[in-house]
T-cell receptor
């Protein structure tokens, strides 16, 4: 699986958009970009994933660059409950392959 | 979304003892994954458990230390054997779901004294 690089930490004001970057310059053509988050002391929660097109769901938007070497997770209106560690994971799209976690980005949302 | 429960939710154990963690899923799954999260660290994959076959362990994890059972398609156990304080971690089970995502259980918080 390709490696990812994320900033260690980020801050965001409540109500503003949180933009979390991820670099994955060695991504292969059949590898997807997944985003998970882990709120303190809970199991990781799936947010969104994509292959090459931008994706949006009720939680977030995922913007993938045309060369697929980087992506950005956007939380459009961050709330205090979005404070968590966010993990960007690149992996072949297969149910039989476990997610491998990096260090992630700690997002702190403050009022 | 899958409903995954784990027992116990937390425990405090003495060194040298063993603890068995249970993971129950609300529907049948072929594969289950076990992870460890040491204090302040990210998640590390311990092993993949397929029903009807031996678990596949990641580098640095061995069956004697972390035996896994998978008696049916909705249940698995992970045993942490001969525990030491370095085994103090959160242990999580996870299952694949549609769209090749994964759902995680709430975790078992283990403290070894």
């Amino acid at each position: 699986d390709a490696k990812t690089t994320q900033p260690t930490s980020m801050d965001c004001a409540e109500g503003r958009a949180a933009n979390l970057p991820c670099n994955h310059s060695t991504i292969s053509g059949n590898e997807y970009v997944y985003w998970y988050r882990q709120i303190h002391s809970q199991g990781p929660q799936y947010i969104i994933h994509g292959l090459k097109n931008n994706e949006t769901n009720e939680m977030a938007s995922l913007i993938i660059t045309e060369d697929r070497k980087s992506s950005t997770l956007i939380l459009p209106h961050a709330t205090l409950r979005d404070t968590a560690v966010y993990y960007c994971i690149v992996r072949v799209g297969s149910e039989g392959t476990a997610l491998i976690f990096g260090k992630g980005t700690t997002l702190s949302v403050s009022s | 979304s899958a409903v995954i429960s784990q027992k116990p939710s937390r425990d405090i154990c003495q060194r040298g003892t063993s603890l068995t963690i249970q993971c129950q899923v609300d529907s049948q799954v072929t594969m289950m994954f076990w992870y460890r999260q040491q204090p302040g660290q990210s998640l590390t994959l311990i092993a993949t458990a397929n029903q009807g076959s031996e678990a596949t362990y990641e580098s640095g994890f061995v069956i004697d230390k972390f035996p896994i059972s998978r008696p049916n398609l909705t249940f698995s156990t992970l045993t942490v054997s001969n525990m030491s304080p370095e085994d103090s971690s959160i242990y999580l089970c996870s299952v694949p779901r549609q769209g090749h995502t994964q759902y995680f259980g709430p975790g078992t918080r283990l403290t070894v004294l």
